[in-house]
């Protein structure tokens, strides 16, 4: 998803800010990544209560019997989130 982001931001600028508007999304993605892992799990998972009490920097999560589906998939749409807010304020100033 984020690759398709990319894309649609890239092809929506002028030729000369392509660059910039690919770094911005690979930023976006990294920062993300490292932000949901050390925190977002924590606050976005259902079973954690209301602000969360565990997974804080996937602190028990190193395990073989879970199941890391469920972070990719929650992982994928927050940094979604951020690539499209990025590309929508592109060549705005």
């Known amino acids: 998803m984020q690759l398709g982001f990319a894309m649609l931001c890239a092809g ?3 030729a000369k ?3 910039n508007i690919m770094l911005t999304n690979v930023l976006d993605a990294a920062t993300g990544g490292l932000f949901y892992c050390l925190f977002g799990f924590a ?3 259902p ?3 209301f602000i969360g009490r565990h997974y804080f920097a996937l602190g028990s999560i190193p395990s073989s019997s879970y199941d890391y589906n469920n972070f990719l998939y929650q992982w994928a749409f927050a940094i979604v989130a951020t690539g499209i807010t990025s590309g929508s304020i592109a060549e705005r100033s």
Request: hydrophobic share 25%; glycine share 16%.
């Open 47 to 49: 079973f954690n209560g």
């Open 17 to 19: 800010n392509t660059m």
């Open 43 to 45: 606050y976005g998972s």
């Open 12 to 14: 929506s600028v002028r």
